[in-house]
């Protein structure tokens, strides 16, 4: 799966500070407890043009920690060692987010620009989470059109209509009952964190240090909650609203304001006069965009438009996923969007789609996705309730157009979650850093404040005046880049809150 397409299908991460942990139970923590880790066998795995000094090995997991000694699974793990071992003070891991991204992948995306500003002071290390990448795996065996983007994200009809979407969503849930077997069923929020102290073990680490992104900020969250022993200096960046009794499905929901704070950002750049000589001024005023862009929409929701992959035209639906994922990045990500509507608008051009709408997710990251956020929580079940909220979301956010109420293949699991979520609360070291755009369109800031006030003490949050998903190392932004570099590097961390202009 390309980068494109696990920037677009993250889900968006109040919970009161109150005092317990709900996660396991005691058996479960002897059962971890007793369990021998062997040691890691390390490998060269550096790609030509790829990030230099890489090394890979594998780390076997319990399949049930409630059964240390039975099946195991494997997980892909890698890193670079720290090439001043004098400087060097540990181990720095990278938490990918998602759920269903490859953190062996982010560590070759992030690793070369993390080494220049760690200094030397950390080996960089991550994995693949169970059922992602190089780890073991687990498949739904869903046919291809229920793995695309636009079907697998349960986008409603053109006037909002979800019968499609609960018959899919039935489709899905039960074919992940039938073929997911014992594997799927392990892939949870709870096993991960599990395996991450794993993991420290295999390592010969008393503690880590970490920086999580997106979900990842949540597995870390939960990680510092159950081991806070264990956590040295911790980076949570993009995080959003870890109330337990709705987790991924209330990150879900909180994309539709998400999208409206984030779009004036790409409204704003796409009427700019600099535009012009580039065919993608798309309007003479800002304040014209939304509207050009929503009628377009609703254009192809009409009629669909041939694009350049057979069999694959631009829709409605397709437009809109291809703006969710664009407010996640950057200018060449709004260059790629501007393109698309020009084509859409153009008689006689065919898009060119996004390489995340051209063809259907494996089967594997479909599962691992899907896995993830139905293990982690119970989804409610009533159908009516669903379509009742995607009339009133759509009405009040048309960008989303009731994506984020709709019904999902997890209102029709087969296997209840057999775990209470972790309340993250204020108990623990004061050793936290967050970092946050103002305006992301996935982990919006409105729920990084729930986290921040979960935390309490514990943490500081670095606000950046800035749009997307992501900020550290992501933006250019020097004010907050500098701040969690000297965090990690140094250990010193700002005594309040603070904002950083763009």
């Not at 729920?447 to 749009?467: E, F, N, P, Q």
């Not at 997307?468 to 140094?490: P, Q, W």
């Amino acid at each position: 799966m390309t980068t494109y397409t696990h920037r677009a299908l993250l889900l968006t991460l109040s919970a009161a500070a109150v005092a317990t942990t709900l996660t396991t139970t005691a058996p479960m923590a002897r059962a971890e407890a007793a369990t021998a880790v062997p040691a890691l066998s390390w490998r060269p795995c550096a790609e030509p043009g790829g990030l230099a000094g890489k090394e890979c090995a594998e780390l076997p997991v319990p399949l049930d920690y409630r059964d240390p000694d039975g099946p195991q699974l494997t997980l892909a793990v890698a890193r670079v060692r720290s090439e001043r071992p004098a400087a060097r003070r540990g181990t720095l891991l990278m938490i990918a987010g998602g759920p269903g991204t490859s953190g062996v992948r982010r560590l070759e995306q992030k690793g070369e620009a993390l080494r220049k500003e760690m200094a030397g002071a950390y080996d960089l290390v991550s994995f693949d989470p169970r059922g992602v990448g190089g780890s073991t795996t687990a498949s739904c065996e869903l046919d291809a059109d229920d793995r695309q983007l636009v079907t697998l994200r349960s986008w409603p009809g053109p006037n909002g209509e979800i019968a499609e979407n609960v018959a899919r969503s039935r489709r899905i849930a039960a074919a992940c009952g039938r073929h997911g077997g014992a594997v799927l069923r392990s892939i949870t929020t709870a096993n991960e964190v599990r395996d991450i102290d794993r993991l420290r073990q295999a390592l010969g680490e008393r503690k880590l240090s970490a920086w999580g992104v997106s979900y990842g900020t949540y597995v870390g969250a939960v990680y510092g909650q159950k081991y806070p022993q264990h956590t040295d200096r911790w980076v949570l960046d993009s995080s959003g609203d870890p109330d337990p009794s709705r987790l991924e499905r209330g990150w879900l929901r909180n994309m539709s304001a998400a999208a409206d704070d984030r779009f004036p950002d790409f409204a704003a750049w796409a009427a700019d006069p600099a535009r012009e000589s580039q065919g993608l001024r798309l309007a003479q005023r800002a304040e014209d965009v939304r509207p050009m862009v929503l009628a377009l929409a609703q254009s192809l929701d009409r009629k669909p438009k041939e694009s350049t992959t057979v069999g694959v035209p631009l829709t409605g639906n397709r437009l809109r996923q291809a703006l969710q994922s664009a407010l996640y990045g950057n200018e060449d990500s709004f260059t790629q969007l501007a393109r698309l509507i020009r084509a859409a608008q153009d008689s006689a051009a065919r898009p060119v789609l996004p390489a995340d709408l051209a063809q259907p997710l494996r089967n594997q990251d479909a599962a691992a996705v899907m896995a993830t956020i139905c293990n982690d929580v119970r989804w409610p079940r009533s159908v009516s309730a669903y379509k009742r909220a995607v009339t009133a979301d759509r009405s009040r956010h048309p960008l989303t157009a009731g994506l984020p109420a709709n019904v999902t293949a997890c209102t029709f699991w087969k296997d209840v979650p057999t775990e209470q979520p972790t309340r993250i609360t204020a108990d623990g070291p004061s050793n936290i850093l967050m970092v946050q755009n103002l305006r992301d369109p996935s982990t919006p800031y409105f729920g990084a404040l729930k986290m921040r006030s979960a935390l309490a003490d514990r943490a500081r949050l670095v606000t950046l005046d800035h749009g997307g998903h992501g900020a550290y190392l992501a933006n250019g932004n020097a004010c907050g880049d500098r701040t969690v570099t000297t965090f990690l590097t140094s250990g010193r961390r700002p005594q309040h809150d603070v904002s950083c202009a763009d």
